[in-house]
């Protein structure tokens, strides 16, 4: 899909993550998993939300810096498809667009589709599985795809890091990460771009899938 302009991008980068709550919620109602009563409201589940996100944004980072051209190539291939719509947003739409991003599909994700699972192979399947799809929905280059579903499993594993069952501390994770990530991606593509506007008949192709 390519974007023409910022708020084209916007528009539908917000339906899409929109759409995976909707989804969420929806199949939680029909198969009754309730996604939203596992968000439990405390500061503990902030803080260690606040600290995932941070620390799996610098992991994801740092191997980025590794001499390996599958890695490289995430952050090449991440900045071409949507680095120049994130440019041209502030610091609140890359904020609110990043709490969507991880309301939306953690509800989908762990709140539902985990914990859907869980119920007919226990635990692991319930992880397993559940990053895997989170793996295969981010799937923009292989090796995107494949650091996708191990920060999936990341995020399941922090819905029960507290010691009670809070799908608020991914949702907080997730958020984080996603905003640093936007950040970054949005500087590297101002130091390829500049600030150049969207030209009216570009040819570049944007997806918006994270």
């Excluded at 699972?117 to 599985?129: A, D, K, P, T």
Aim: overall charge negative; proline content about 2%; glycine content about 10%.
């Amino acid at each position: 899909m390519s974007f023409q302009n910022r708020e084209d991008f916007l528009h539908a980068a917000g339906l899409f993550e929109f759409a995976m709550l909707v989804i969420g919620l929806f199949l939680g109602w029909v198969f009754s998993v309730g996604a939203v009563e596992q968000i439990h409201w405390n500061w503990i589940a902030v803080m260690w939300g606040s600290l995932a996100g941070t620390v799996l944004f610098l992991v994801i980072l740092g191997l980025e810096r590794l001499p390996f051209d599958p890695l490289k190539s995430i952050q090449d291939t991440v900045v071409k498809v949507i680095g120049r719509p994130l440019s041209q947003c502030n610091l609140l739409e890359l904020a609110l667009l990043a709490l969507l991003a991880g309301i939306g599909e953690e509800v989908l994700f762990r709140g539902f589709l985990m914990t859907w699972l869980e119920s007919f192979g226990g635990y692991w399947v319930g992880l397993i599985i559940s990053s895997v799809v989170f793996g295969l929905v981010h799937s923009v280059t292989w090796a995107y795809t494949f650091f996708a579903a191990m920060a999936g499993a990341f995020l399941g594993w922090l819905f029960d890091a507290t010691g009670e069952r809070n799908l608020l501390v991914p949702i907080i994770g997730h958020a984080l990460y996603d905003f640093l990530a936007f950040i970054m991606i949005a500087r590297e593509a101002k130091k390829e771009y500049g600030d150049e506007p969207f030209e009216e008949n570009s040819e570049t192709e944007n997806e918006f899938e994270w």
